[in-house]
C-alpha cells in the first residue's frame, strides 16, 4: 500500500536525521559531552571549535548524509516523497528523540537534502554561506543568508513545487533556530568563527 511506504520512509528518515553525529562522533574522539561546551549546540561549528576543525568536518558530512540519503530513496517513488522524507530528516535533527529533543540548527542536514533535490543550486548556496561566513566572521549569518538563497533560486528556477515548499521551510526553521545569534551580532556580543589575517 501507498500510504504504508510513505509512513515507514518518513518515520525511518526522522530517526535517521535524529542521529546525533556531533555528541557520538566527539564522545569517541574526546569522551565529553559536546552539549557542555561552547555553545552546547550539537552542530558543526560548535564542534569545530571543541574538537577542532576535522572533526567539525566530519560532523558536517555526516549531518548533510542524514539529509541526502532518505531524500534520495523517497525520490525513487515520487518528487511529493523526496520533499517529505528530507523534511522529516531535517526535523529529525533539529528534534532528535535521541537527545531529548534538543538538537542542531540543521544546515548541514538542510544542505543534504538540496543536494539530492537541485545538485547545482545547492552548491550555490554553500559557496554563498562561505563566503559570508569568511567575510564576516559570522557563520550564523552566512547559514541563513545561505538556506534562503536555496529556496529563492528553486523559486525562480522553476522547481517542482513541493521542493520548494520543503527548502522554504527548512530556510524559515534555520533563521529561527539561529534568531539568538542575530540578537548577538546586534548586542556586538557574537563569537566570530572567522577571523581574517589569521
Known amino acids: 500500500m501507498v500510504w504504508l511506504t510513505w509512513v515507514v520512509i518518513i518515520i525511518l528518515s526522522y530517526l535517521l536525521g535524529a542521529f546525533p553525529s556531533a555528541y557520538i562522533l566527539v564522545k569517541l574522539k574526546n569522551n565529553i559531552d559536546i552539549r ?15 574538537a577542532g576543525t576535522g572533526m567539525g568536518l566530519a560532523v558536517f558530512i ?17 518528487e511529493w516523497l523526496a520533499a517529505a522524507a528530507g523534511m522529516a530528516a531535517f526535523i529529525g535533527h533539529l528534534w532528535p528523540i535521541w537527545l531529548s529533543f534538543q538538537g542542531g540548527k540543521g544546515v548541514a542536514t538542510g544542505f543534504g537534502v538540496g543536494v539530492i533535490l537541485a545538485p ?10 562561505l563566503i559570508i561566513s569568511i567575510t564576516t ?6 547559514s541563513c543568508v545561505g538556506t534562503v538563497l536555496l529556496a529563492l533560486q528553486m523559486m525562480i528556477a ?9 527548502v522554504t521551510l527548512m530556510a524559515a526553521l534555520v533563521c529561527w533556530r539561529h534568531r539568538s545569534n542575530f540578537q548577538s551580532i546586534r548586542d556586538g556580543t557574537e563569537r566570530k568563527s572567522f577571523r581574517r589575517g589569521k
Open 62 to 78: 555526516a549531518d548533510a548524509a542524514k539529509g541526502a540519503i532518505p531524500t534520495l530513496v523517497g525520490l525513487q517513488y515520487s
Open 120 to 129: 547545482w543550486l545547492a552548491l550555490i548556496s554553500l559557496i554563498t554561506w
Open 137 to 142: 566572521g559570522y557563520v550564523s549569518l552566512g
Open 158 to 166: 522553476g522547481q517542482p513545487l513541493p521542493y520548494i515548499l520543503a
Open 36 to 50: 557542555h561546551f561552547g555553545s552546547g549546540n550539537v552542530g558543526t561549528t560548535n564542534t569545530a571549535r571543541v
